[in-house]
T-cell receptor
Framework: GAVVSQHPSWVICKSGTSVKIECRSL??????MFWYRQFPKQSLMLMAT?????????EQGVEKDKFLINHASLTLSTLTVTSAHPEDSSFYIC?????????????FGPGTRLTVL | GQNIDQPTEMTATEGAIVQINCTYQ??????LFWYQQHAGEAPTFLSY????GLEEKGRFSSFLSRSKGYSYLLLKELQMKDSASYLC?????????FGDGTTLTVKP
């Protein structure tokens, strides 16, 4: 159980275009999903916390108008990188929290590798 | 990252035992997690500690001392596939704070 999928697994786009990444919890409902970014040889950095039915909470330094998050249902959150630039090239990982678990374990998606040319 | 300290790199021999230490700020503590991350992949959950003591799970064990803000991950009978980054993660009211990870290289 507790499978999280991401789509696409990788994407290459031109500078200035927008890219949407989907995160789905396949066998559980997630009231909270998290979006992370990871640059090569660095740790995961939390970008934002996405709560179903409400606005996402962004970490300091993350532009909410550039990284649009929509958590439309209990099984789907999307991250849209608007007007992507080469510096946005990174590994984007989502995780989902089933909630109600005392362990507060997050289940991670496989990640999406974004390359902006 | 963010006041979680763990060694950057470690090297060990196949079949040996290795201990990866982690210290963290005790404020806002809601559990200590260890994740394994192979290069180019998302992290996978290894262990969770919320009470003091040792949790054993097969070849992997994790220890926690809340008063000292200290945890370690113990890997026994190392295998080549254990070469990965090991992330110490502090849980804090539904939000996780990741350490920078320890890159473990297992040599034959």
């Amino acid at each position: 159980g507790a499978v999280v999928s991401q789509h696409p697994s990788w994407v290459i786009c031109k500078s200035g275009t927008s890219v949407k990444i989907e995160c789905r919890s396949l066998d559980f409902q997630a009231t909270t999903m998290f979006w992370y970014r990871q640059f090569p040889k660095q740790s995961l950095m939390l970008m934002a916390t996405s709560n179903e039915g409400s606005k996402a909470t962004y970490e300091q330094g993350v532009e909410k108008d550039k990284f649009l998050i929509n958590h439309a249902s209990l099984t789907l959150s999307t991250l849209t990188v608007t007007s992507a630039h080469p510096e946005d090239s990174s590994f984007y990982i989502c995780s989902a929290d089933p909630g109600g678990s005392p362990t507060d374990t997050q289940y991670f998606g496989p990640g999406t590798r974004l390359t902006v040319l | 990252g963010q006041n979680i300290d763990q060694p950057t790199e470690m090297t060990a021999t196949e079949g040996a035992i290795v201990q990866i230490n982690c210290t963290y700020q005790t404020s806002g503590f809601n559990g200590l997690f260890w994740y394994q991350q192979h290069a180019g992949e998302a992290p996978t959950f290894l262990s969770y500690n919320v009470l003091d003591g040792l949790e054993e799970k097969g070849r992997f064990s994790s220890f926690l001392s809340r008063s000292k803000g200290y945890s370690y991950l113990l890997l026994k009978e190392l295998q080549m596939k254990d070469s990965a980054s090991y992330l110490c993660v502090k849980g804090d009211a539904g939000k996780s704070t990741f350490g920078d990870g320890t890159t473990l290289t297992v040599k034959p």
